[in-house]
């Protein structure tokens, strides 16, 4: 009785969800969609670092390489682009695969170091490829008369698919198991807990997403370039994302998100100063709440929510 | 296994809580923000004139002056001329420039005009200062229909997003360049000899410099001494230089970033390696830049510009000469002008004269009336109606998209400058060669350095 | 049961077990002495699939078992419980159980195979919601007993059980792993305290230096003068 209408609620929250791009303004599309989008890639990273341990300063590859996927396929080879956002999920989930090979044999500090280089070395190949525009850009050209009313159902998919990702791989075995390579990979290890498998899935989901989300952005912003595509400001923000809302549980990305969104455009009117000042309030915020805000609320208003809420 | 965890009751009535606060927070700031973004009055306020520029970042440098010019223009605009006589509202209405910092990177530049598009509902957008800023946010313009005038930017590289519907450049084109300095070279007859030193810097800048310049130097009988594409921050330039050395190059060219052309010079220098001319490009384009090189250096080298207060051209909003604005400016920031100051004016130009002949802010009518400009600027004549010059259209051939959307574009055309010790500033520019605009000036004769 | 024979493992170059041979029968308690740095870590890891000897065989009810992977060996039935216990801290009791059985294939077993870990370890049940890393030291052992447990072992080998306990509680480990011994379990115990381990099995080996220097019945063992100088402390 009482799990039912918890159900009718997240249902209610859904209905409201979808239905939001047909009220509300342009602007609270676009800000709503980049919310999403941001959302479902620091869910994931989020999970990965916390839980399983993968620090990842690499996801920035997946970006790069689902925008540039979608654009390509469907602007030079005539591919539908739902079907070229899906070609490039699953390309970028087989780069994670053949990366983890590589990667995942290393740990902690050097695995994070390993992926950055790894995202360089992809950039460097973009920033000199010819049939990709090189150092040029590309112009997504055929994303243009795609609406933002649109584009908002995609974004808020792939958020509410990564958070119930999340939310499964927390409560399922492959999660238990990461959790315990997480904690002591060695004795996970002892245990049989088969970590590479483990890892390397967990990767590879996590990659999906953010390739993905590389995708739809490419579609929304309708402009690549190998430097900002690749660059590891994305993962930065994924980073911002997680850790300001509180890294490991899914509301706090949530705020997080919506926090990040909201500086990006709030600060964007201090002239000269849009850096600095968002420097120093995040450096505040985390002075302050170590642990990220959504940490801060729940224990304050001793909620006690199981993780990995 | 069975992993669920028994949920507690309390734990359940707080997330029935948490979900009902998200739930009406969400409607409630949706409801209002709608309600508010769609509440227009039936004359508008301003014009609005959205901006995106590189403040911070990277690209900062670039758009140094972009602030203080906007807020000199929409004082003038508001207070001098009590703003833009609209034929639509038969009034005149005042302008509002909306200035956004980008912080340099390129998707947030898009997200950013998006913002101004869908929030702040500009009327008409700027997109200034190199492609990672220009291309997104005319991108986004082509998405939205909002006109966009694009400068301070390749053509070449812009012209990927075409065909454009709703954005028009006032641009540079690469391939002038290479023959502005070869026309510069061909000038100087016996005294120097044909052989060519060059070094290009290892990116796409670098690379299109060194085709156009391959080309252009076999078509004239130059032979190059090619020391290829070298990676940013290079070290030791000694090997190539004491191959120009011993070929005997009486000239040195190539496209670098300032730090790695410093670098080399000083090296140059200290090697005894002595060309008669040095035409580098990107490297000598801002004061700061040539200063940076060091010592007395940077006498006598050769670079290009757009724009310079000797540009005999004045706005056509306040009727400040070229000369004026870079006062204005200097006694405004105690900094020397850079060329970016007069394309930053320019753009503001073609956008309040094509407001004010739209006559209205149907973003179509503006769009219209920017297609038929046909301005006077402190840049240069804009017009994208008029069609290339002969010579124009022989260097462009090649280039399938500036042939085929001329009617997107006009070039400023590169004068030939050289860098010689100032009275003001350390190092000041003399137009040396004024190539294919006979109305600008040739403030110095061009002097060889040995 | 376990039967090593010959094996030779390196860490890279480095030989740190030479020829190690050794046999544990069905329903036996064995115990394993040496002192610290002697290789009985290195050992264990050989066993359960961590290390890969780089020649000899190591036979497990009759089958190969030294180039399989550590879930294969313990689904065949061997657990091991570490040095250090390794329990995760910040996990549950009854997660920590559940990680236990991450191996297994008698998940399917699992609600029997909890009851049976249960009915060993009372304490547990009534603890199961609680923080492994809250736990006492002597609770900890028990716990790390009882998850190798729940991947029902046929031979179970503890890593120095009694490290770091007080000596009331090292009884208590030992009775338990007496009780488990009766339920069946073939038992390795590890030790570089010698008194508790030959006590109470049935046969020891003494390992030093990486090679096996003594072996033979525990209560023969107890008797050397040679293990009583060096592992019973007495002069």
Request: glycine content about 8%; some cysteine; overall charge neutral.
């Amino acid at each position: 009785m009482e799990l039912k209408s918890r159900y009718i609620y997240i249902v209610i929250l859904l209905a409201v969800l979808t239905s939001l791009p047909l009220w509300v303004g342009g602007f609270l599309r676009d800000a709503l969609i980049l919310f999403f989008l941001y959302l479902a890639a620091a869910e994931v990273w989020g999970f990965m670092a916390k839980h399983a341990g993968i620090v990842s300063l690499g996801q920035q590859i997946f970006i790069g390489v689902g925008g540039y996927t979608t654009a390509v396929l469907s602007m030079y080879f005539g591919i539908p682009m739902y079907a070229s956002v899906i070609i490039s999920g699953l390309l970028g989930a087989g780069l994670a695969g053949l990366l983890s090979f590589p990667l995942l044999r290393l740990r902690g500090v050097y695995f994070a170091i390993g992926t950055f280089l790894a995202a360089e070395v992809i950039r460097l190949a973009f920033s000199g490829w010819e049939f990709v525009g090189a150092g040029k850009g590309l112009i997504f050209r055929d994303a243009y008369g795609i609406p933002t009313t649109i584009i908002y159902y995609p974004a808020l998919a792939l958020a509410v698919i990564s958070i119930f990702l999340v939310y499964l791989l927390y409560h399922s075995k492959l999660g238990f198991g990461l959790r315990s390579i997480g904690a002591d990979e060695d004795v996970a290890c002892g245990l049989g807990v088969n970590t590479f498998v483990c890892k390397a899935t967990c990767f590879i989901l996590a990659s999906l997403i953010t390739t993905l989300v590389g995708a739809v952005n490419v579609i929304h912003h309708t402009y690549l370039h190998p430097t900002s595509a690749f660059s590891i400001s994305w993962t930065v923000n994924f980073l911002f994302v997680a850790v300001i809302g509180g890294v490991g549980t899914i509301v706090g990305p949530i705020i997080g998100s919506a926090l990040f969104v909201a500086f990006g455009y709030l600060f964007a009117q201090y002239l000269g100063l849009s850096l600095l000042l968002e420097g120093l309030i995040v450096l505040a915020i985390l002075i302050a709440l170590p642990q990220g805000v959504w940490s801060a609320i729940s224990r304050k208003l001793k909620l006690n929510l199981k993780p990995p809420l | 296994m069975d992993m669920k965890m028994p949920i507690s009751a309390a734990a359940i009535t707080k997330m029935h809580a948490i979900i009902m606060a998200v739930v009406i927070i969400i409607a409630a700031v949706g409801a209002s923000a709608s309600y508010y973004l769609t509440l227009r009055p039936g004359a508008p306020e301003y014009i609005k004139i959205g901006w995106p520029a590189p403040l911070t970042g990277t690209l900062a440098g670039f758009a140094e002056t972009t602030p203080w010019m906007a807020q000199q223009v929409e004082d003038y605009v508001n207070n001098k001329l009590g703003g833009i006589y609209l034929s639509e509202y038969g009034k005149k209405i005042p302008i509002k420039i909306i200035i956004r910092d980008t912080k340099s990177d390129p998707d947030l530049a898009a997200t950013i005009a998006a913002e101004l598009i869908t929030k702040d509902n500009v009327d008409i957008m700027l997109a200034l200062y190199s492609p990672a800023m220009t291309n997104p946010i005319s991108a986004q313009c082509e998405k939205y229909g909002v006109p966009c005038i694009v400068s301070q930017t390749i053509l070449l590289s812009w012209l990927m997003g075409a065909p454009y519907e709703w954005s028009y450049a006032i641009g540079l084109a690469e391939p002038d360049f290479a023959i502005l300095f070869f026309d510069l070279f061909d000038s100087m007859g016996d005294k120097v000899n044909k052989k060519v030193a060059m070094i290009n810097a290892d990116d796409p800048d670098g690379r299109g410099f060194s085709e156009s310049i391959k080309i252009v130097a076999k078509a004239r009988g130059y032979t190059l001494i090619d020391a290829g594409l070298v990676p940013y921050g290079a070290a030791d330039y000694s090997s190539y230089i004491y191959n120009w050395k011993s070929s005997g190059a009486d000239i040195l060219t190539g496209n670098m970033l300032f730090v790695d052309f410093a670098t080399l010079w000083r090296q140059c220098n200290e090697l005894g390696y002595k060309p008669k001319i040095v035409a580098m490009s990107r490297a000598l384009l801002f004061p700061s830049w040539v200063e940076a090189i060091g010592g007395e250096l940077p006498n006598g080298l050769i670079g290009y510009t757009w724009w310079s207060p000797f540009h005999p051209y004045k706005s056509s909003i306040t009727g400040q000469t070229a000369s004026q604005l870079v006062e204005a400016w200097e006694a405004h920031s105690g900094k020397q002008w850079t060329p970016v100051l007069g394309l930053t004016h320019a753009v503001l130009e073609v956008a309040i004269d094509a407001v004010k002949r739209a006559g209205s802010l149907d973003k179509t009518k503006i769009r219209d009336a920017l297609a038929e400009t046909n301005l006077n600027t402190i840049a240069g004549p804009v017009n994208f109606k008029a069609p290339l010059t002969p010579q124009q259209q022989a260097r462009y051939r090649p280039f399938e998209n500036l042939m085929k959307y001329k009617d997107h574009y006009v070039v400023v055309s590169p004068v030939a400058i050289q860098w010689v010790k100032g009275s003001k500033w350390p190092w000041e520019m003399q137009v040396i060669y004024n190539w294919e605009s006979p109305e600008i000036p040739e403030t110095a004769k061009m002097f060889l350095l040995s | 049961m376990l039967e090593v024979e010959g094996v030779n493992v390196f860490y890279g170059d480095l030989q740190v077990l030479w020829d190690i041979s050794l046999k544990v029968d069905k329903g036996e308690k064995a115990a394993l002495i040496g002192p610290n740095g002697a290789g009985k870590t290195t050992l264990c890891k050989t066993i359960i699939g961590a290390l890969p000897p780089k020649t000899g065989s190591i036979t497990f009810l009759g089958k190969r078992i030294d180039k399989l992977s550590i879930p294969e060996i313990i689904r065949l039935g061997i657990a091991i419980v570490p040095e250090g216990r390794g329990l995760f801290g910040n996990m549950t009791v009854m997660e920590n159980l559940e990680l236990g059985a991450y191996a297994s294939d008698v998940r399917r077993k699992y609600n029997d195979t909890l009851e049976w870990v249960f009915s060993l370890f009372p304490l547990l049940k009534e603890r199961k919601n609680q923080l492994a890393g809250l736990m006492s030291g002597g609770e900890q052992q028990m716990l790390a007993i009882a998850r190798a447990l729940m991947s029902k072992p046929k031979l179970l080998i503890l890593d120095e059980p009694s490290l770091g306990l007080a000596p009331k509680i090292v009884l208590k480990v030992y009775e338990v792993i007496r009780k488990i011994c009766d339920e069946g379990v073939t038992v390795l115990l590890v030790e570089q305290y010698a008194g508790h381990a030959l006590e109470n099995s049935d046969k020891g080996f003494v390992l030093e230096n990486g090679r096996i220097v003594i072996e033979g019945p525990s209560e023969k063992l107890l008797k050397d003068e040679k293990v009583r100088k060096a592992y019973l402390g007495e002069e």
